[in-house]
């Protein structure tokens, strides 16, 4: 940062014109500033009666007047946009002032400069604080001291300049004022003013950031936005605070209680913009058990929510047995014992679900072995529990509940339906002790081995039930399955030993090991031994055959023998897509920790690694006769990624070194690939590409739809298997990144789930994805979708009728007595750059006064819209037309925004409402009156109201897709 000293203080015999107005400013202030307390916060005290405050400054002209020339210089600068000259005009000015006169004549210009209450994100006031934050930081001790001094009034007028600003002027406002420090207890009364008026949003934000959350109730703040929807800043406001998470999960809870009548609940609390069913059990469950993780709660605080998720659990279990039927008898029935528990409620729930399923005499099964009083079973349960006693004094039940899985997995359906492989008793080793261990040991590490690996554990379809550990490692070579018992072999004097052995067998460069979608396994076993993290890292000569899968599927060079019907996931497609049958699964969700394990299990274990190996050799001929040249391994290598970072190339030893290389031969060889894919995906326009994002991709699906494309985007409570469901209900292909895209990509067909890079910015992804998916982007898809409601039909409203319901909503919020907004009504010009209209609204430009994915749905537009950048020494990329100034909205590049197909002309409107004839409210708020007097025709999406136009902003924004846009 450059702070020069100040020139013309040392000058003052050459100074030009501007020279000397800066002189007159500091001579006058020497003697003024003696005897003016407007400077000085520390003396204005009580006794000087309602006129105390410094901002009585403003009124009184004669304490500020030597300072209006420094201010209208300042504004000058500003205008032309030298942010240098404004820094080193307030250094000259603060450095001829005592620091204890600092504070005030920063507030004095933040107070007086016009953009300061606009929100923009770049404002004179910002230039000035960041450069008064560098001198504070120089001497912060005696600023310190200063502070110490501040009258509650004082730092209360601070609080409410700085709130009225862009969050990075309230953020540093609140800093260098001393705002957020203890004993600012004062500071709730404008806190409680925003609350009377309903600012909930506003609230939480200036509570959380002065750290007054302690006092303030739940129904003050939190629970607002929660019927509100703004779960993030609740995570924000709660999230220093452990005893108001562990109240707030509690009260939250109580509301899903079965009890519960939440409508009237709501009505009493009568909050504006309430999402009712966001409040029902099923959402709420669910972001308490977001908060629960979050912040690291006992979810056992939370009965209701768990009684509600284990409901839900059974329900999917039921409808596993009797609509997917994928799953054995055995197997289910643990499961449902499990998530059942003691529960008398959801004893009676599986009860009555078995009865909507029609199977009594399940349901009489259970009635009994619950021991349920039979006054409270239904008839039908009654009578088949009749039967059933009758059965059981002819038979014995038991053999009955054995024969259960045989009529159901009998072995001559199993032989016709499922992929099989008879092993001999003696191929399937159980190792449970160390000597075992060893030998296996033996076998497994021979050179050039191939050995297939996959790891079972107990489902755990509840929270409850969420300290899973490895149960079961699965090794095979091509002759022989091991069953490494995790169980068995765990234990403090073993820990050492088969840490030892796995770190071996990662490590060993000369054992080829196969896994399926093994990072998930990965993770499970790094959870239960920590030590094995490196060496599970660093693995050598591993092959994940579901990448192998992904990438043979791009070539469609025809590698596989068989084709998939779609509703064969994972593994057991691949095995169907090289041999004709699927794998059976019926043992997958099964009870792993149970000994010894049953012959189905020891079975299905063993066939699932051993599979592998099948895959493995029946791939690489393929591979040889298909595309000689290309073998399995550097198959799967094609899609690995670069390393992030080289910056610890100085700790690296040669193998790093060899490895990078290896990995930057797969980076070209990847790049490779996507060409293959590419050719063989034929292109779609942008406007026909339909897409779910995952939640942490709102950035991008915003920027997806201002090209056009279709997006539906998750919201932050939803879980990610809904983008599984929205893809195959609304042939949407899926973004999604990180594991979510491991466990997505199985349930969706091949290609049509992509891991979007995380470590690029929205724009970057934007292009990966158009890319990946071969989407072509015209000028003209540009901002065909709304990005906040992602429709894509919009009416034409012209000039005349949008003055009209500018002015109707004027008068009628006049009429209400309240403004909205007292600043930006009484001189709402000043503020309007040319053509900066809420086109711009996508920008992902940091620090605004709000959380990123929060705006979508908010109607109050002062926290919203921010203009694009408009100075020359912001972050914009220099392909930006630089001059923006004078570009009049119809000037050069007529633009048509919308195609008559995006037009809509059945809508009237109704002016007194300022809405559509469809009930969608047009926003005229966010247009200033600048605009309005400048723009002939305005389009307003017909779904969210939102207001656009067409300005020189619009080429320039447009320009910054050209990336993206193809050019035939
Ligand atoms: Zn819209």
Redesign the pocket.
Known sequence: MSTEPPTFESTNSTVSVTGVIEIVILSSKRGDMSHNSAWTPQEHTGAEGPSRMPSSARQDETTTAPYEPLLLRMKDYWNKRDKQLIKQLLVANLSSLPPAKHHGLVFFMLDRSDNLRTKKADSMGLVILREFDCIVQRNEKEYERIMQTFTDDYKLEVLQLATMAHNNVFTLMCKLYGLDKPGNESLASHINVMLARHQYKEASICATALNLQYLFKLEDIVLPLIFQDKVNLVELYIKPRKEIQKQLVIRLDGYCSRRFDLQSFVDSFNIPGTRLEKLRPKNLSKLIVRLVKMFNLDITLCPNTLQFRELGSIRYLLYKKYIEKSMSHTTWDELITAAVGTDEYLMREVVELLMSYNDASLAAKFAHRFNLPKDSLHPVVLNALKELSLNESKSSVNTEEENWDDAHDGYSEMESKFHQFHFKDDCILTVDNISKLKMCAQTIFQPSNVIGMDMEWKPSLTIKQNASQISVVQLSTANQVFLLDMIALSGNENEQLVGRFFSDFFLNPDVIKLGYGAETDFLMLKKSYPLLQSSIRDRQAFVDLAVVQENAFKMNAGIFQYESDGREKGLSELVLLCFGKPLNKMEQMSNWEIRPLRKAQVQYAALDAYCLIEVYNYLNARLKEVTPGLDLVQLYASSQTKPKTSREKTKKNKKAIRREKQQQKVETFRQGMEQVAKLQRPSISSRDFRVVCDNMLQGLGRYLRACGVDVKILENSDDHDLAAKIAREEHRVILTSGLPFHTLKSHVQEGCCMDVRTDLKAQDQVADVLRYFNVKVTSKDIFSR??????NKYVAVNQADMKRLWLERKLARASAGTPRDPVSASRPCDAVSPGIGPLSNYSDEEDEFETPDDDVDDDNNEFVYKGPATSKDHSSPSAFPSADDGRGPESEGVHKMYDKDLLRTDLSIDFRNARFSNNTIIQVDNILEGVLNNVQLYYV??????VFWEGGHFQRISEQFGHVISKD
């Open positions: 709304c990005q906040v409601c992602n429709s999406c017909s779904e969210c109201g939102k």
